[in-house]
T-cell receptor
Framework: EPEVTQTPSHQVTQMGQEVILRCVPISNHLYFYWYRQILGQKVEFLVSFYNNEISEKSEIFDDQFSVERPDGSNFTLKIRSTKLEDSAMYFC????????????FGPGTRLTVL | AQSVAQPEDQVNVAEGNPLTVKCTYSVSGNPYLFWYVQYPNRGLQFLLKYITGDNLVKGSYGFEAEFNKSQTSFHLKKPSALVSDSALYFCAVRDRNYGQNFVFGPGTRLSVLP
């Protein structure tokens, strides 16, 4: 069964450094998403991406964040200058399209900012 | 604005007994409703969804949920719990008139005791 994959599983970085989190969505899906889950808190929407552009973003997704689909398979989340409060589990998800909008999630990347 | 409540942080049930995990929602339009399960150190796994039609939806692993529009609820149920059902369960809603992103509830930890 196809699944969303994410790398790395755990990323440790120093405050102020840039990080790139990588995702490979399910191959025939058209919509891509990033969510985050701070430890012990709820899953929060960050951004959705369709047709090579951002379709929605939340207040969390400020200028420090960017997303990109650099090729036909990868979908990346970049945090330009990490802050301590960016420490969280980051989930990538994809969905086939508006007619089937079930979002399938990857296993997550745990980001630890020191 | 969309919101999801899961009134119980923790649900304990004996193996073989029926289980219910509660979810209520608030959206301005018509909802799409989802249940996901999260096992330790894993991503979110899709269980079931309500889009339209029959209010009782059946999903993976013997789970089902009933959409109740008047009570704005979408409780998750299973007739006979297994120890392996122990996990964190998230209810999510999408307002079909508002966009693609999900709003998640805070999660309910289900413990099935042998």
């Amino acid at each position: 069964e196809p699944e969303v994959t994410q790398t790395p599983s755990h990323q440790v970085t120093q405050m102020g450094q840039e990080v790139i989190l990588r995702c490979v969505p399910i191959s025939n899906h058209l919509y891509f998403y990033w969510y985050r889950q701070i430890l012990g808190q709820k899953v929060e929407f960050l951004v959705s991406f369709y047709n090579n552009e951002i379709s929605e973003k939340s207040e969390i997704f400020d200028d420090q964040f960017s997303v990109e689909r650099p090729d036909g398979s990868n979908f990346t989340l970049k945090i330009r200058s990490t802050k301590l409060e960016d420490s969280a589990m980051y989930f990538c998800a994809s969905s086939a399209g508006l007619s089937d909008d079930t979002q399938y999630f990857g296993p997550g990347t745990r980001l630890t900012v020191l | 604005a969309q919101s999801v409540a899961q009134p119980e942080d923790q649900v304990n049930v004996a193996e073989g007994n029926p289980l219910t995990v509660k979810c209520t929602y608030s959206v301005s339009g018509n909802p799409y409703l989802f249940w996901y399960v999260q096992y330790p150190n894993r991503g979110l796994q899709f269980l079931l969804k309500y889009i339209t039609g029959d209010n009782l939806v059946k999903g993976s692993y013997g789970f089902e949920a009933e959409f109740n529009k008047s009570q704005t609820s979408f409780h998750l149920k299973k007739p006979s719990a297994l120890v392996s059902d122990s996990a964190l369960y998230f209810c999510a809603v999408r307002d079909r008139n508002y966009g693609q992103n999900f709003v998640f509830g805070p999660g309910t930890r289900l413990s099935v005791l042998p």
